[in-house]
């Protein structure tokens, strides 16, 4: 079992609305139904009565909700006293998307690492709403991630601090052959092939939504899914098709040769974002803070 599933339930039953409950706990419905329903395979009893409207739960699911609120009230507790023990008033805690984990965040902390001390850092990585998830349920102390032009909700909270730190954009790159032209070249007469991030990921849906209208009347033909901007890179270097990277994802590759740009009527700025949610845990992730914002002026 997950502790997400219970924090799942409880929202379920304070909200008592299954879109409600998502948008409380920044998923999609369907992915907070299929959470919902693994709790309740895990468990082996129905906790929704979902012929029901407005929504109740059943009686095993009233009898479940206190034993919910006091498992996530012990879990969090004993997480609290292990972190005390740790001194974990000397860490940072950070979650970032795992393009950024790879590309971005060692060169941008060894910067700041000077003003950090011998603080021990701890990354953890998660595609974007399971980071955003993490953040805000209070296990990470910054929230690393990509951001576009569009206004993100979910981030968008009068409680949530955001500091633009970096900057990306999204390329379309195909392998080469030996004379250095494209193996996956744009042409009215034969369909692009693609290399695609999953449409519900956060850089899937961009692309759905920027890139491949840019494209204009070049027919395409999606090959492959993959929610790792590295597997995807993988597959393009192989010359499985061509795909829409982050540009630091692939600036090796370009110099090198091994993979070209392929030109396109507009090109996607990315942000990259950092976030943290005051009041701090303790004086060193404020300090940190305090001196993010002092490099950002």
């Not at 879109?19 to 309740?40: G, H, N």
């Not at 090109?267 to 004086?283: G, N």
Request: aromatic residues 8%; proline residues 6%; hydrophobic residues 40%.
């Amino acid at each position: 079992m997950e502790s997400k599933w219970l924090h799942d339930f409880v929202a379920l039953a304070e909200q008592g609305n299954f879109s409600k409950a998502a948008d409380v706990r920044f998923v999609t419905q369907p992915a907070f139904s299929r959470r919902i329903r693994s709790l309740e395979n895990w468990l082996g009893v129905p906790l929704v009565c979902r012929d029901r409207y407005p929504m109740v739960l059943t009686e095993a699911g009233e009898s479940f909700l206190e034993q919910a609120r006091l498992l996530l009230s012990q879990t969090y507790g004993i997480r609290d006293q292990l972190r005390q023990s740790l001194h974990e008033h000397c860490s940072l805690n950070f979650v970032a998307q795992p393009s950024l984990a790879v590309t971005f965040f060692p060169g941008w902390i060894h910067q700041l690492r000077p003003q950090l001390g011998d603080s021990l850092i701890r990354l953890n990585t998660g595609h974007y709403h399971d980071a955003i998830e993490q953040f805000m349920s209070g296990s990470a102390d910054f929230l690393l991630c990509f951001s576009c032009d569009d206004t993100n909700p979910m981030l968008n909270r009068p409680e949530v601090e955001r500091r633009i730190v970096g900057q990306d954009r999204l390329v379309l790159v195909s392998a080469a052959d030996g004379d250095g032209h494209p193996l996956h070249a744009l042409s009215a007469d034969m369909p692009l092939r693609l290399l695609l991030y999953p449409p519900t990921s956060f850089l899937g849906a961009l692309i759905q939504r920027k890139c491949l209208p840019a494209l204009s009347e070049q027919p395409c033909l999606p090959v492959c899914e993959n929610a790792l901007g590295e597997g995807l890179k993988a597959l393009a270097l192989q010359g499985d098709g061509a795909s829409f990277l982050p540009a630091s994802l692939v600036r090796e590759e370009l110099a090198q040769g091994r993979l070209v740009e392929l030109p396109l009527s507009a090109w996607v700025k990315l942000d990259i974002e950092l976030c943290c949610r005051p009041p701090f845990r303790s004086e060193q992730v404020a300090l940190c803070w305090q001196q993010i914002r002092q490099a950002m002026t």
